[in-house]
């Protein structure tokens, strides 16, 4: 028997990768990888495969343009990166909603600068109406413009809520407010669409 030759063999499967199918993970697990230098760029386009298109979903209902939701999701996913190892919340999910509502909040204040986001921001329907990606009958369409006439603050919690499946409970986290005055927001926003889609109907 060759010793030495029983040695490499050992060595080389010692140093041998070992593979891990990151789509089976869960996201607590995913985040255990961000801190480990052989598989963090794995365990990041994991990431972004999960959950791109629901945060841009969510980027795309608060800022309605195509092209400035594309934009802002891009800086979003640059932040993500650049934050991987404060990543310590088994919260995953909430944590990046809470930097996608960040980027989205501060996108609109240097883009909109005159806008008032504590009233509602109809204006913003007019985006609408040029949307290559909406139909302009389509009840998309309308549900979308009704959406403008809320506020900022309605439109992020309703989002959050009603498309993205937050909890009340981790909207008020995330926002850094009550969860009493997160379901008062919450039915606010409801009956103010209620009214508009009816008015848009």
């Given at each position: 028997?060759?010793?030495?030759?029983?040695?490499?063999?050992?060595?080389?499967?010692?140093?041998?990768?070992?593979?891990?199918?990151?789509?089976?993970?869960?996201?607590?697990?995913?985040?255990?990888?961000?801190?480990?230098?052989?598989?963090?760029?794995?365990?990041?386009?994991?990431?972004?495969?999960?959950?791109?298109?629901?945060?841009?979903?969510?980027?795309?209902?608060?800022?309605?343009?195509?092209?400035?939701?594309?934009?802002?999701?891009?800086?979003?996913?640059?932040?993500?990166?650049?934050?991987?190892?404060?990543?310590?919340?088994?919260?995953?999910?909430?944590?990046?909603?809470?930097?996608?509502?960040?980027?989205?909040?501060?996108?609109?204040?240097?883009?909109?600068?005159?806008?008032?986001?504590?009233?509602?921001?109809?204006?913003?329907?007019?985006?609408?109406?040029?949307?290559?990606?909406?139909?302009?009958?389509?009840?998309?369409?309308?549900?979308?413009?009704?959406?403008?006439?809320?506020?900022?603050?309605?439109?992020?919690?309703?989002?959050?809520?009603?498309?993205?499946?937050?909890?009340?409970?981790?909207?008020?986290?995330?926002?850094?407010?009550?969860?009493?005055?997160?379901?008062?927001t919450y039915q606010h926003a409801v009956k103010k669409l209620e009214?508009?889609?009816?008015?848009?109907?």
């Open positions: 028997m060759n010793v030495t030759k029983l040695k490499v063999k050992s060595e080389k499967m010692q140093k041998a990768e070992v593979s891990i199918n990151f789509q089976r993970l869960d996201d607590f697990q995913i985040i255990s990888y961000f801190s480990k230098a052989e598989h963090v760029e794995s365990a990041f386009r994991e990431l972004i495969r999960r959950f791109q298109l629901p945060l841009y979903n969510h980027v795309r209902s608060m800022v309605v343009s195509h092209t400035a939701a594309d934009e802002v999701i891009q800086n979003v996913f640059v932040k993500i990166w650049e934050g991987l190892n404060s990543f310590r919340s088994e919260n995953l999910k909430a944590d990046l909603y809470r930097i996608s509502s960040n980027e989205t909040i501060g996108y609109l204040r240097k883009k909109f600068p005159q806008i008032d986001f504590d009233e509602a921001q109809p204006e913003f329907a007019d985006f609408l109406n040029s949307d290559e990606y909406l139909l302009n009958s389509s009840e998309e369409l309308k549900f979308q413009k009704a959406m403008c006439y809320l506020t900022y603050k309605q439109k992020l919690v309703f989002t959050l809520n009603y498309f993205d499946g937050l909890s009340f409970d981790e909207i008020a986290e995330l926002t850094q407010t009550t969860e009493t005055s997160i379901v008062a009214i508009y889609i009816k008015v848009l109907g």
